[in-house]
T-cell receptor
Framework: GQNIDQPTEMTATEGAIVQINCTYQ??????LFWYQQHAGEAPTFLSY????GLEEKGRFSSFLSRSKGYSYLLLKELQMKDSASYLC???????????FGSGTQLTVLP | DAGITQSPRHKVTETGTPVTLRCHQTENHRYMYWYRQDPGHGLRLIHYSYGVKDTDKGEVSDGYSVSRSKTEDFLLTLESATSSQTSVYFC???????????????FGPGTRLTVL
């Protein structure tokens, strides 16, 4: 089975840095995705990790430790538009099925 | 943006009626997926397809069936809708590659279904 845990809610201040953690226990692992979802909209792709280490993409970075079943998403220089739900998802299976965590609702305050 | 559309975007129906949701893609991607999203549960996989006429069950497939007769269309059917199937339904697509990298899934805009 699959079990993915991430905090339900986080709050941070505009301009700050925030780290959203994700832990997973899965049978079969082909990589981990982070998606962003604004209220009432579809999820959009942020990052993908398959090997251990840090992947950086602009203000967003994602880290993976496969031995610990752990990932985090780091958001720098927070902006108000970063207020959204952040979804951690593990990919497995021959059809690349995704199993999602319940999402972390991030609120950025002025 | 990936070319994915879903129809209808909103639907209200009554318990016991059949409902079909349509996902249409213009990207010629091999894989298609149906998810439902509910508060506190995140996105859960209902069914997926890995080619025309090739489908399989996901985590929450009870009460749902799917069909894929063409690459571009993936239909989700609720044979007899129940109130527990009130949800937001998302379709997603992805492509296989030979590079070893797993392509991300692109999501459609969603369908909000209410079963009274």
């Amino acid at each position: 089975g699959q079990n993915i845990d991430q905090p339900t809610e986080m709050t941070a201040t505009e301009g700050a840095i925030v780290q959203i953690n994700c832990t997973y226990q899965t049978s079969g692992f082909n990589g981990l995705f982070w998606y962003q979802q604004h209220a009432g909209e579809a999820p959009t792709f942020l990052s993908y990790n398959v090997l251990d280490g840090l992947e950086e993409k602009g203000r967003f970075s994602s880290f993976l430790s496969r031995s610990k079943g752990y990932s985090y998403l780091l958001l720098k220089e927070l902006q108000m538009k970063d207020s959204a739900s952040y979804l951690c998802a593990v990919i497995s299976g021959s059809a690349r099925q995704l199993t999602f965590g319940s999402g972390t609702q991030l609120t950025v305050l002025p | 943006d990936a070319g994915i559309t879903q129809s209808p975007r909103h639907k209200v129906t009554e318990t016991g009626t059949p409902v079909t949701l349509r996902c249409h893609q213009t990207e010629n991607h091999r894989y298609m997926y149906w998810y439902r999203q509910d508060p506190g549960h995140g996105l859960r996989l209902i069914h997926y397809s890995y080619g025309v006429k090739d489908t399989d069950k996901g985590e929450v497939s009870d009460g749902y069936s799917v069909s894929r007769s063409k690459t571009e269309d993936f239909l989700l059917t609720l044979e007899s809708a129940t109130s527990s199937q009130t949800s937001v339904y998302f379709c997603a697509i992805s492509e296989s590659t030979t590079s070893g990298r797993v392509d991300e899934q692109f999501f459609g805009p969603g369908t909000r279904l209410t079963v009274l």
